[in-house]
Antibody
């Protein structure tokens, strides 16, 4: 059974850094495209970043240069390193496993990041 | 960057048919995916590649895509279908961005 469990969210001051984790079971994180998607309170879904199985990584313009996606194959875990956090980064962050046509076929339950002083 | 446009809300009575649209430039040339999200829950994939259903999704859910509009159709709507619905595509021209529509709130009257 595929499971994705996010952790690491919390309250952080503007300008701070935070690392989110997504522990994966049921498949190898290194063999699939894995994404982070976020949702600000009361707002829609916004794609954040993708890690290709081959190692390439891509980011939404809104986080480019501030966020870094990574993975630890030995721990079967995906990460999102978030730096220079701003109030508009406040959101629930989901990790998601992608299907062959770049759709999100499995999602975690999400972790809330609140950026506020 | 590529933009997907959804109507903010759709209302339908139980047993009727709901149609939720997603507009985009030449969207008919892209593969469109649809998600259902209930309050406090993670999204769930209900249609992928325009019209395919993941296992466990009822046949009442179907999709189509042509020209400038993709459509998610829900037949025989149930109270439990009330949720936010999002369309999504892959934009190969923008650093492999995955793009979501703004979402449509389906209200079952």
């Amino acid at each position: 059974e595929v499971q994705l469990v996010e952790s690491g969210g919390g309250l952080i001051q503007p300008g701070g850094s935070l690392r989110l984790s997504c522990a994966v079971s049921g498949f190898n994180v290194s063999t699939k495209y894995m994404s982070w998607v976020r949702q600000a309170p009361g707002k829609g879904l916004e794609w954040v970043s993708v890690f290709f199985s081959g190692g390439s990584r891509y980011y939404a313009d809104s986080v480019k240069g501030r966020f870094i996606i990574s993975r630890d194959n030995s721990k079967n875990t995906l990460f999102l390193h978030m730096n220079s956090l701003r109030a508009d980064d406040t959101a629930v962050y989901y990790c998601a496993k992608e299907g062959l046509l770049n759709y999100f076929e499995s999602w975690g339950q999400g972790t809330l990041v609140t950026v506020s002083s | 960057s590529y933009v997907l446009t959804q109507s903010p809300s759709v209302s339908v009575a139980p047993g009727q048919t709901a149609r939720i649209t997603c507009g985009g430039d030449d969207i008919g040339g892209k593969s469109v995916h649809w998600y259902r999200q209930k309050p406090g829950q993670a999204p769930v994939l209900v249609v992928y590649d325009d019209s395919d259903r993941p296992s466990g999704i009822p046949e009442r859910f179907s999709g189509s895509n042509s020209g400038k509009t993709a459509t998610l159709t829900i037949n025989r709507v149930e109270v439990g279908d009330e949720a936010d619905y999002y369309c999504q595509v892959w934009d190969r021209n923008s650093d492999h961005a995955r793009v979501f529509g703004g979402g449509t709130k389906l209200t079952v009257l």
